[in-house]
């Protein structure tokens, strides 16, 4: 953390700044990925020279890219979704929006769960039947 330092009743400052590898280590991606999402515009952060120093703003978006991601959306959808609005300054309307995409995206997610509990009750019913049949072949000294 580049401007991080404890505070004097011993909570750790938040930090101001992150170098690239710091974010890499937090969020545990690789240098390669965060170069990728500030090509895509995902994240933005400053150059000093060669080094890039990322904001709050920055860990903030990356945060939310990466959730974005482990929920199913593509990296269009959330450049899109954090493109249209800040949370925080965000108009009712962009958040009624967000609020839309959620949904669907949750409803998507709640299907691939059903249709995965049923494949994973198939293959256990399966896995089941094979077990009867391989016990049976053993007791009987198939092979």
Same mark, same amino acid.
């Given at each position: 953390?580049? /401007?991080?330092?404890?505070?004097?009743?011993? +909570?750790?400052?938040?930090?101001?700044? =992150? $170098?690239?590898?710091?974010?890499? @280590?937090?969020?545990?991606?690789?240098?390669?990925?965060?170069?990728?999402?500030? /090509?895509?515009?995902?994240?933005?952060?400053? +150059?000093?020279?060669?080094?890039?120093? =990322? $904001?709050?703003?920055?860990?903030? @978006?990356?945060?939310?890219?990466?959730?974005?991601?482990?929920?199913?959306?593509?990296?269009?959808?959330?450049?899109?979704?954090?493109?249209?609005?800040?949370?925080?300054?965000?108009?009712?309307?962009?958040?009624?929006?967000?609020?839309?995409?959620?949904?669907?995206?949750?409803?998507?997610?709640?299907?691939?769960?059903?249709?995965?509990?049923?494949?994973?009750?198939?293959?256990?019913?399966?896995?089941?039947?094979?077990?009867?049949?391989?016990?049976?072949?053993?007791?009987?000294?198939?092979?």
């Amino acid at each position: 953390m580049v /401007d991080g330092r404890d505070e004097p009743d011993g +909570r750790v400052a938040v930090p101001a700044t =992150y $170098t690239i590898g710091e974010l890499a @280590r937090e969020f545990d991606v690789t240098l390669r990925t965060l170069r990728f999402y500030e /090509d895509k515009g995902l994240v933005n952060p400053r +150059r000093d020279g060669a080094t890039r120093i =990322y $904001t709050r703003r920055d860990r903030g @978006r990356l945060k939310l890219v990466l959730m974005g991601k482990r929920v199913g959306f593509s990296l269009s959808q959330i450049r899109e979704m954090l493109d249209l609005y800040d949370f925080r300054h965000g108009q009712v309307s962009q958040m009624r929006v967000a609020i839309e995409r959620f949904n669907e995206q949750i409803a998507v997610l709640e299907h691939q769960k059903r249709d995965i509990e049923q494949a994973l009750d198939d293959l256990k019913r399966t896995v089941s039947v094979v077990s009867g049949m391989l016990r049976e072949r053993e007791g009987a000294g198939g092979s």
